[in-house]
């Protein structure tokens, strides 16, 4: 009951709930997208474009003077969009496999984005302070506006994805099908891309381009284990965001000197652990006594054979 109360009073303060509210919006849209990227075994691709974000921010910063959140979110979708791009072109034109593509573009990008980071800061421009934050995410420094911006650029990627409900999951499950009726799944497959874009930008500022991947894949592969329906499956994938989000703020606020970030990342990975033990079907321990239960001996009838009482 006292820590019950002690969270209230927590989530009465308005910063706090300020950053609650903000990390609930990442979590929601980040669950969603991540359920597109998880099926479609593309979980590497979050994290590449989160590094490949990097380089967008600074350069956003440099050529605009401005730290202003959304400068420095349209900074990082170019760059992200960028490197997606640049995979699709090696992967497609070279005999480099993906996998090995996503290594290169997450190394390139980041290490172009680490090269302007350290440049900037030997120089005599004292605006550039912060910026470092983007590497790790700084969410106290999350306030109403920029909540305001991430729950307009999150609810559009969720408005289209719940326009384009069926095509997303022809996508997912038979992409082949789906040509055959004449669907553009090429360019079905950009607009994705991009929402999933959109999704890293949004929590850049509060997760930072290290940890991101890990919110977009984590609420996800949690899911999956509880359901077989696409449907279910992104409802939970936003609901373990969403808790992850505002579990991982309470907790950092308990805890003095704890960064939110990395604990709502720690917070989405102990849901994942929950539910490979726990899930009905999938969960370890579930497995683990399903043998016992088809053991088990069953009670057998036997009927008065005829004529006997």
Request: hydrophobic content about 60%.
């Amino acid at each position: 009951m006292q820590l019950f109360t002690v969270i209230v009073e927590y989530l009465s303060d308005y910063t706090l709930r300020t950053i609650a509210l903000g990390a609930a919006t990442l979590g929601v849209v980040s669950g969603v997208l991540g359920a597109y990227a998880v099926l479609r075994r593309q979980s590497l691709v979050g994290d590449a474009m989160s590094h490949a974000a990097l380089p967008g921010v600074v350069l956003a910063f440099m050529l605009t003077g401005l730290k202003s959140p959304p400068v420095l979110m349209a900074g990082a979708a170019v760059s992200g969009i960028a490197g997606v791009l640049l995979l699709i072109l090696v992967t497609r034109t070279t005999r480099i496999k993906e996998d090995s593509t996503l290594g290169i573009v997450l190394s390139v990008f980041f290490g172009v984005g680490l090269l302007l980071l350290t440049w900037l800061q030997h120089s005599p421009d004292a605006r550039q302070a912060g910026l470092t934050t983007f590497l790790f995410g700084q969410a106290a420094t999350l306030v109403a506006r920029d909540v305001m911006v991430m729950a307009i650029f999150g609810g559009a990627a969720l408005l289209v994805v719940a326009l384009l409900w069926k095509e997303f999951k022809l996508l997912s499950f038979d992409r082949d099908f789906g040509a055959s009726l004449g669907l553009p799944m090429q360019a079905l497959e950009v607009v994705l891309t991009a929402l999933l874009v959109v999704a890293i930008v949004i929590g850049l500022q509060a997760v930072g381009v290290v940890l991101m991947s890990a919110l977009v894949v984590a609420p996800a592969a949690a899911a999956r284990q509880w359901t077989d329906r696409l449907g279910v499956m992104v409802l939970l994938a936003a609901l373990f965001g969403a808790t992850a989000g505002v579990g991982g703020t309470i907790l950092s606020g308990l805890g003095r000197g704890l960064a939110t970030g990395p604990v709502i990342v720690l917070v989405a990975g102990a849901l994942v652990v929950l539910s490979l033990l726990l899930a009905p079907g999938r969960g370890l321990i579930w497995r683990g006594r399903r043998p016992r239960l088809l053991a088990a001996p069953t009670m057998s009838v036997t009927y008065p054979a005829e004529g006997q009482s």
